[in-house]
């Protein structure tokens, strides 16, 4: 079973910055699809953005240009960097790691965390 741990939310003030991780655990064979997703009450969980194996990036309009996603492979640990913070960021993030081994042929399971929250005061 893999275990996805999330950290690095807290307070901050808008126009400021804050660098989520996000690690993965308990699954040596797999190779990581990364997604962060965040989620306000009584909203849908919307999709921040992603990183695949080779280092391929997306991420939603509202937050290009602001926030930039890493991975370090080897420590099976991706980053969320977060610059140009706005109240309008603030929610719950969420970590999903889509396990793939090669072994298998493919997607083995996906994987969440319990989320980290981040809260941008104006």
């Known amino acids: 079973q893999v275990k996805v741990v999330e950290s690095g939310g807290g307070p901050v003030q808008a126009g400021g910055s804050l660098n989520l991780t996000c690690v993965a655990s308990?699954?040596?064979?797999?190779?990581?699809?990364w997604s962060w997703y965040r989620q306000t009450s009584g909203k849908e969980r919307e999709f921040v953005s992603a990183?695949?194996?080779?280092?391929?990036?997306r991420y939603s309009d509202s937050v290009k240009g602001r926030f930039v996603i890493s991975q370090d492979i080897t420590k099976k640990t991706m980053y969320l960097q977060m610059d140009s913070l706005t109240p309008e960021d603030t929610a719950m993030y969420y970590c999903?790691?889509?396990?793939?081994?090669?072994?298998?042929?493919?997607?083995?399971?996906?994987?969440w965390g319990q989320g980290t929250q981040v809260t941008v005061s104006s």
């Open positions: 990183i695949d194996s080779n280092g391929a990036t």
């Open positions: 999903k790691a889509d396990c793939y081994i090669d072994a298998l042929g493919g997607l083995a399971g996906n994987y």
């Open positions: 308990g699954f040596p064979s797999c190779r990581y699809h």
